[in-house]
Antibody, heavy 115, light 110 residues
Framework: EVQLVESGGGLVQPGGSLRLSCAASGFTFSSYWMSWVRQAPGKGLEWVANIKQDGSEKYYVDSVKGRFTISRDNAKNSLYLQMNSLRAEDTAVYYC????????WGQGTLVTVSS | QSALTQPRSVSGSPGQSVTISCTGTSSDVGGYNYVSWYQQHPGKAPKLMIYDVSKRPSGVPDRFSGSKSGNTASLTISGLQAEDEADYYCCSYAGSYTFVFGGGTKLTVL
């Protein structure tokens, strides 16, 4: 059974940093593109970033370029999102999702940026 | 990277059919056959319902179907059931490995 479990969310002040993790199981993690998608409270979904199987290619939505970094550790079956210079508008539930069609999703982790 | 346009809400009675539209541009919906649809119940993670415009993942009922014409994609749900009440989001590939979602549509089963 495919499972994706996010962790690392919490309350952070504007300008602060946070690192999200996504632990994958039930499939060959190293064979799949992986993505982060977020959802602000009461709002719609927004694609944030994705990363190729070997980590050699990474892509980001314009609003997070230069502030967020997606990475992965295939030996640990884990996906990460390093978030720096956080803003209030980054407040959202962050989901990790498998493949470029987002066929499996985790339960999400809430990031709140507030003073 | 502007969001795709979906109606805020649609409704239908049990057994009826409803269609949700998703309008983009030639740079996303119209330019690629990579439109997907997601169902999200309150407090839950999204679930993939349709990918590559009209393909259904294993386990998704054939009551759900997708299509595309020009810059507009559509999700049709036939034989509406109470459990279909949820938010629905479209998503399109927008080139250079980037993606754009629609604003979401709330489906109410009357």
């Amino acid at each position: 059974e495919v499972q994706l479990v996010e962790s690392g969310g919490g309350l952070v002040q504007p300008g602060g940093s946070l690192r999200l993790s996504c632990a994958a199981s039930g499939f060959t993690f190293s064979s799949y593109w992986m993505s982060w998608v977020r959802q602000a409270p009461g709002k719609g979904l927004e694609w944030v970033a994705n990363i190729k199987q070997d980590g050699s290619e990474k892509y980001y939505v314009d609003s997070v370029k230069g502030r967020f970094t997606i990475s992965r550790d295939n030996a640990k079956n884990s996906l990460y999102l390093q978030m720096n210079s956080l803003r209030a508008e980054d407040t959202a539930v962050y989901y990790c999702a498998r493949e470029l069609r987002f066929d499996y999703w985790g339960q999400g982790t809430l990031v709140t940026v507030s003073s | 990277q502007s969001a795709l346009t979906q109606p805020r809400s649609v409704s239908g009675s049990p057994g009826q059919s409803v269609t949700i539209s998703c309008t983009g541009t030639s740079s996303d919906v119209g330019g690629y056959n990579y439109v997907s649809w997601y169902q999200q119940h309150p407090g839950k993670a999204p679930k993939l319902m349709i990918y590559d415009v009209s393909k259904r993942p294993s386990g998704v009922p054939d009551r759900f179907s997708g299509s595309k014409s020009g810059n507009t994609a559509s999700l049709t749900i036939s034989g509406l059931q109470a459990e279909d009440e949820a938010d629905y989001y479209c998503c399109s590939y927008a080139g250079s490995y980037t993606f754009v979602f629609g604003g979401g549509t709330k489906l109410t089963v009357l």
